[in-house]
């Protein structure tokens, strides 16, 4: 699949985003196949760990916001989709890794804050962005987010949606490891490698385990930021926040 490169080498699936120019925002068909992937990933015996990671400058921008359509493209359905793919990276019974190569926003983030270690370049930078365009987080980010740094610092970051470095995020809790740029992709390599060469059973029992004790809320997340944010992306502010995006302006909200 163009737009998500796929291999797998010495016990690893490499998933890479690729649309550097679009900083990786996602499109369905690469949410879809990122689920397939992630599902198929189960019952594959040349597979140990997942490394979910990005091309070019960034992790991943979120949703797509490219296109006259944008607002249109978004809905109930596309909300289910983000969060099964969440669901099918916490669920998975093999480590899943982000290789966090620069900056994550909105549902990109959700996606990293799902995984299971995040290994960041020093340049690295994680940010909401959701209420920036009149949308609340989603694809599980009202609990990851809240589990991984509180709910003082989670209603910060969301609300104001402030840009948190690498070294912020590690000091935060939101990211497991931080690398000189230069030494991010064998410090990567080498963590990947412990994984893969680590006891499956034991790491199936353990991941399940941590993700039951802290993220218990899970499900509850997903169905209220469906039916919240089903509604928002219908409203006027939505509207405003992805046309200002696509104009380079600051959105001006009224509340409607
Ligand atoms: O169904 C549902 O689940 C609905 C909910 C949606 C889930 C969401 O994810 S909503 C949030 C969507 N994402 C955002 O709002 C983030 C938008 N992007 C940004 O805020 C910034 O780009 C970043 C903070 C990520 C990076 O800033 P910076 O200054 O490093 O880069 P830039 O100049 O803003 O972007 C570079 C290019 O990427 C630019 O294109 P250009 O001008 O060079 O042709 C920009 O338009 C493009 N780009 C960035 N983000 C997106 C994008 N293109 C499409 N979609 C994007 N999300």
């Not at 359905?77 to 982000?98: F, G, H, Q, W």
């Not at 991984?148 to 402030?162: P, Q, T, Y």
């Not at 399940?208 to 997903?222: C, E, S």
Request: net charge negative; charged share 25%.
């Amino acid at each position: 699949m163009r737009d998500l490169k796929v291999r797998v080498e010495a016990g690893v699936l490499w998933l890479t985003l690729h649309r550097p120019e679009q900083l990786n925002a996602l499109t369905d068909v690469m949410v879809e196949e990122a689920i397939s992937q992630l599902r198929r990933a189960t019952g594959r015996d040349d597979v140990r760990v997942v490394v979910l990671t990005g091309s070019g400058r960034a992790f991943s921008a979120g949703a797509d916001l490219g296109g006259a359509d944008a607002q249109e493209r978004y809905d109930a359905a596309s909300v289910d989709a983000a969060n099964y793919l969440i669901r099918s990276v916490t669920e998975l019974d093999k480590p899943v890794v982000c290789g966090l190569n620069g900056v994550a926003a909105g549902v990109g983030m959700s996606v990293a804050l799902a995984c299971d270690l995040v290994v960041a370049t020093e340049s690295a930078a994680l940010t909401v962005a959701f209420t920036e365009i009149g949308l609340m987080p989603d694809g599980g980010a009202t609990a990851t987010l809240a589990a991984a740094v509180g709910r003082v610092r989670a209603m910060r970051l969301a609300l104001l949606s402030d840009v948190v470095t690498a070294q912020e995020a590690y000091a935060a809790g939101l990211v497991s490891h931080v690398f000189l740029d230069e030494d991010y992709q064998e410090e990567l390599g080498k963590i990947v490698q412990r994984l893969a060469a680590g006891p499956p059973l034991a790491f199936a029992a353990t991941k399940k385990a941590i993700n039951a004790a802290t993220l218990g809320g899970l499900p509850d997340a997903f169905a209220r930021e469906r039916t919240g944010q089903a509604v928002l992306l219908r409203t006027e502010d939505a509207a405003e926040g992805i046309k200002a995006f696509a104009e380079k302006r600051r959105p001006e909200f009224g509340g409607q």
